[in-house]
């Protein structure tokens, strides 16, 4: 069994930053850990993947260049940093852990996801 707890959402005016964190316990070893979003009346969408060595990192193209994803296996957590935030980033962002050797941006190759952090993006 896995917990997953986000936190480090939060309201912010567009341009802002804001960090996510994503701590887990029970079974903590993982191939991929990601972090999705789902805006009210849109389906979830993938954001970002790390690999379990924090060697291969993946993003979605509409964060491409603004968001980093980072992890911290001794601390067992994994990180969003969202820089130049845009209102159409506001949405629930969950994290998710992948044991298999999957597709990263796969929601349904992950085994255990987060309850979420709401992030709101003023404009």
């Known amino acids: 069994q896995v917990q997953l707890v986000e936190s480090g959402g939060g309201l912010v005016q567009a341009g802002g930053s804001l960090r996510l964190s994503c701590a887990a316990s029970?079974?903590?070893?993982?191939?991929?850990m990601g972090w999705f979003r789902q805006a009210p009346g849109k389906e979830r969408e993938f954001v970002a993947a790390?690999?379990?060595?924090?060697?291969?990192?993946y993003y979605a193209d509409s964060v491409k260049g603004r968001f980093t994803i980072s992890r911290d296996n001794a601390k067992n957590t994994v990180y969003l940093q969202m820089n130049s935030l845009k209102p159409e980033d506001t949405a629930v962002y969950c994290c998710?852990?992948?044991w298999g050797y999957g597709t990263y941006s796969a929601q349904n190759e992950y085994d255990y996801w987060g309850q979420g952090t709401q992030v709101t993006v003023s404009s």
């Open positions: 790390i690999s379990w060595s924090g060697g291969s990192t």
């Open positions: 029970g079974r903590t070893f993982s191939n991929y």
């Open positions: 998710a852990v992948q």
